[in-house]
T-cell receptor
Framework: AQKVTQAQTEISVVEKEDVTLDCVYE???????LFWYKQPPSGELVFLIRRNSFDEQNEISGRYSWNFQKSTSSFNFTITASQVVDSAVYFCALTAYNQGGKLIFGQGTELSVKP | DAMVIQNPRYQVTQFGKPVTLSCSQT?????MYWYQQKSSQAPKLLFH???????NEADTPDNFQSRRPNTSFCFLDIRSPGLGDAAMYLC?????????????FGPGTRLTVT
């Protein structure tokens, strides 16, 4: 069975602080994909990044960076110099190659960035 | 801009009164998904269409049905809504189902059952 765990339910930081959102996953599949989505108060899920199981290279996109470590089954997300606009619920998700695209979501981490 | 559109954004229905939610896309994607997201929970897949092929999740209640008359549109029908069906309903699209394609989500329809 596949499972995604986001142990941090809520995080509150002050603007300009760095913050890391944790994601731990479980799967028996060898080919799988990991995602991060952002859900602002408006409700729409916004795609941030996709990683496949064969690519452990870390990625940086502006203030966002992702650390994928198969050895610990983790796919953590760091926001550097957080801003108020980063306030949202962030979901980590997993799907395997043969799952018909079904995303298994973690419970989400609600990030609040205060001015 | 290409996008996923959901109408209405907010829907109020009475207990037991059938309701239909609409999703359209301009991305020309093959796959359309419907997710249910209850308050403070993660989205949960109900079913998806790959072109005209319908794929139902095993734990999706029979009360939920879907139609995809063409590539652009997909509908979610709730035949007899109960209070427990109050949720945000999210439509998503993707080019394929292999997982190598990201899913693009619409803004959702928030359903209230009175």
């Amino acid at each position: 069975a596949q499972k995604v765990t986001q142990a941090q339910t809520e995080i509150s930081v002050v603007e300009k602080e760095d913050v890391t959102l944790d994601c731990v996953y479980e799967t028996r599949d060898t080919t799988y994909y990991l995602f991060w989505y952002k859900q602002p108060p408006s409700g729409e899920l916004v795609f941030l990044i996709r990683r496949n199981s064969f690519d452990e290279q870390n990625e940086i996109s502006g203030r966002y960076s992702w650390n994928f470590q198969k050895s610990t089954s983790s796919f953590n997300f760091t926001i550097t110099a957080s801003q108020v606009v980063d306030s949202a619920v962030y979901f980590c998700a997993l799907t395997a190659y043969n799952q018909g695209g079904k995303l298994i979501f973690g419970q989400g981490t609600e990030l609040s960035v205060k001015p | 801009d290409a996008m996923v559109i959901q109408n209405p954004r907010y829907q109020v229905t009475q207990f037991g009164k059938p309701v239909t939610l609409s999703c359209s896309q301009t991305l020309n994607h093959n796959v359309m998904y419907w997710y249910q997201q209850k308050s403070s929970q993660a989205p949960k897949l109900l079913f998806h269409y790959y072109d005209k092929d319908f794929n139902n999740e095993a734990d999706t209640p029979d009360n939920f049905q879907s139609r995809r008359p063409n590539t652009s549109f997909c509908f979610l029908d709730i035949r007899s809504p109960g209070l427990g069906d109050a949720a945000m309903y999210l439509c998503a699209t993707s080019k394929g189902t292999s997982g190598s394609f990201e899913q693009y989500f619409g803004p959702g329809t928030r359903l209230t059952v009175t």
